[in-house]
């Protein structure tokens, strides 16, 4: 069982409990990924970053040049349930749901620019401190586009390993399994 005071309550709602956050291990794997691992030459990443994986049908993940070219740390419903009749989605974010994430994110050593969202089925942490130059190196290469065919969509219609080549190279979060 966790050593953290988390309650079995707070875990079916992330962020909600007191104490270190129920989705730590994909915070921290997160944060070592953005700002403590260095991206090989010719690595190349899409735009919107890496999936840290999910907890308690919440997503997280980080996008290195979000808004502002700085990091964003992402949390959406993993399974939205969407209600028709009333066209809005049933399960949201809890309330006080990315402050909370926020504030986790401060504890662990990331500087919180702002927040957005967060009332819907998505809220995003803007991040201040850029994210580690390789990560970044990584993004700006997809965004140059294939050289052959200057296109970031190349891939099997054209026969093209551009985006699959660059991107194998790319050292993925690794979240280690909450404990
Ligand atoms: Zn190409």
């Known amino acids: 069982m966790p050593t953290s005071p988390t309650s079995a309550p707070d875990l079916a709602e992330p962020g909600t409990g007191p104490g270190r956050h129920p989705a730590h291990h994909l915070l921290t794997a997160g ?69 909370v994430l926020a504030a986790a994110l401060t504890r662990l050593g990331a500087e919180v620019r702002t927040t957005w969202n967060g009332t819907g089925i998505t809220g995003s942490v803007g991040l201040r401190r850029p994210a580690h130059p390789t990560l970044v190196a990584a993004v700006d290469r997809y965004r140059a586009r294939c050289p052959t065919h200057h296109s970031v969509f190349c891939g099997r219609e054209q026969a093209c390993t551009w985006y699959a080549t660059g991107n194998a190279l790319i050292t993925r979060p690794t979240p280690e399994n909450p404990s």
């Open 31 to 99: 944060l070592a990924w953005l700002y403590d691992t260095e991206q090989p030459d010719g690595a190349i990443l899409q735009h919107h970053g890496a999936h840290l994986g999910t907890h308690g049908n919440r997503r997280y993940s980080v996008t290195p040049t979000g808004a502002v070219d700085l990091p964003v740390l992402v949390v959406d419903i993993a399974d939205p349930d969407f209600d028709f009749q009333r066209q809005a989605p049933r399960n949201v974010l809890a309330p006080g749901e990315l402050a």
